[in-house]
């Protein structure tokens, strides 16, 4: 299994709107082949001792090969996804993890 965490930084104000588009490229991904978990998170207000903002959320993914991965970074609506967001988003940080054994 592979566990991807991906922090988006929206542009000032943008949040709203990245995550418009990401909640509707959801279906295709959960439907691609290997993947077992993808979905946005943000902050929880008032728990925990650091926070990733206003702008920013967290996409939690899980995979079930290095390959289901490749094959959704390649995916034709990942990259239309790309081309809506490109100009609201700031920062992307992706994070490709493997259980500790």
Not at 48 to 70: I, M, R
């Amino acid at each position: 299994m592979i566990h991807v965490i991906a922090i988006i930084t929206a542009k000032p104000g943008q949040r709203e709107a990245v995550l418009r588009e990401f909640r509707a490229n959801m279906p295709a991904v959960l439907a691609e082949d290997g993947c077992l978990e993808y979905g946005p998170a943000v902050d929880a207000e008032g728990l925990g001792n650091a926070q990733f903002g206003a702008d920013s959320f967290v996409v939690v993914e899980k995979w079930a090969s290095p390959a289901a991965l490749a094959a959704h970074a390649a995916a034709p609506h990942m990259k239309a996804y790309g081309e809506k967001t490109k100009e609201m988003v700031a920062d992307r940080v992706i994070h490709v993890l493997t259980p500790a054994a």
